[in-house]
């Protein structure tokens, strides 16, 4: 018994030395880089001019046996990260000066060989009044904005050797707050000047606005329409200036239509759209308005071009309404006041393929201790699995126009859907009769809530929609407020502006009446999947009310 103890331990430890011995040997020897060879063009170097042409771009290109990648550190402040070795890097510090570059070549499991070189190299140029300009002259810096008001704050045009064409955006123009639906307007960007140099903070609240054949940057799928996506600019940046060498910069009139001076972004820095481009040419600047240019990473035929302001981007619509015209603060005990409210009753899907029943059953919708109390609750209920309520003031109260407001704490667990919305009453089929969802909510996601708008070419996955951060939905009331104007359509969370949709093109169905629409749905096109574990849960709403 013994010996075939010990055979099985042999037989064991056996195998385990092969199976390290290949782990090894799939690893791969673990050599560190060696032959590190650099080559250093300083760019117009000659026998005339031996430390560059003055712009004070160098090319490295560096080799190394067993290295799979290498870094750079310039000596200016700057690094940069090379897998193929070669980097061009702008010195800017204005006059001849003498950098040492340290280059480290890395090799499999992390190990490294550096070595350093000594460059001198001429930077002439400068440009003090787009510097001060661009970042207020001081540490503190200055904050720019997306033009959002303004036509053509994104566009994209020609890039070209016509003259008469290649200066400005002649394919697309976007309308003011065209983008609104999106992040695009949601970030700022910072430029300071310390120690002499350009420093660049871009705050995009965690979200970028990918040009389409960019989404997989973001996690996305290229193609389709431009899309905002998760996506991190946490860091500093340098910026470097350098002259320009566009199309636009040799037109006849380029003194008209170009600065010169062209901003390069270290580290993948950019400024609000991601199109892969580092490099913005400076068109016009003054204290308040910036307009830049830049091509298109992977399509150099294309030009797109930029407009920021140091304002807030903010619709031009400072409508109110003060008036209270409507209001349920549900101070009495039992069914919803019948002149205010009615039913919708059943279990079709909702076009959502929602999974509730609706009812106006007291254990689904009552009004109790001052608020609406709406309950899901898992039980079979008219063939669906779940039983809610919907009420609505459908043939009871419609209006247009006015500041619509409501105080609610949201119901808790995945597959839960409450919303806050309201339907057009004109005698047309959805989408055409429009949709204002003031205020949906996701049990999926309860750390954010969203608005959203649904009209004739815009529904569905389609519908312009903004989601904002929330706290304790589930636990506290918050208050959900829409300002609808002829102009805008504004949505707040707990007096915060996050959304602003241009309401101005009175061919939307957004210039007609509405009725409003209370409920909770499960699961569905938004709701999603429904936690197995849910038994049910409630949205308490405080009040509704309606100023004009």
Partial sequence: MKKIVLNIITIFSLLLMVNCQEDNYSFGALDAPSNLKITVDVIGKTDQTPNGDGSGKVKFTTTADNAISYKYIFGDGITENSPGGVSEHL???????????????????????????????????????????????????????????EKGHLGVGQNDNDPTKNYYANYYQAAPFEKSASCFYDGTYTFALVNGKIEYKQDNKGNTFFQNSYKSVGGGTNGGDDQCLPYSTAGIKTVALSPSTSFVSKNPDAAKETTGTVMNFSDGGFMGYYAGATQYEILSITENRMVVRFVQGNNAGLAWYQIFTTSPPVAADDTVYTNLVWSDEFNTDGAPDATKWTYDLGANGWGNNEKQNYTNLAKNVKVQGGSLIITAIKEASGGAEYSSARIKTQGLYDFKYGTIEMKAKMPTGAGTWPAFWALGTAAVAWPANGEIDFMEFIGAKPLQTQSALHYSGHSGGDAPVKTTVIANANSEFHIYKTIWSPKTIRFYLDGALYFTFDNSDTTLPFHNNFFMILNVAMGGSLGGTIDPAFTQSSMEVDYVKVYQ
């Avoid at 550096?114 to 003090?128: Q, R």
């Fill in 91 to 149: 010195f800017t510090t204005v006059g001849v000066n003498t950098y040492t570059v340290t280059v480290i070549a890395s090799g499999r499991g992390g190990i490294t060989t550096n070595t350093t070189v000594d460059v001198t190299v001429l930077s002439n140029f400068s440009d003090e009044k787009s510097t001060a300009l661009l970042t207020g002259g001081t540490a503190t810096g200055k904050i720019w904005y997306v033009a959002a008001a």
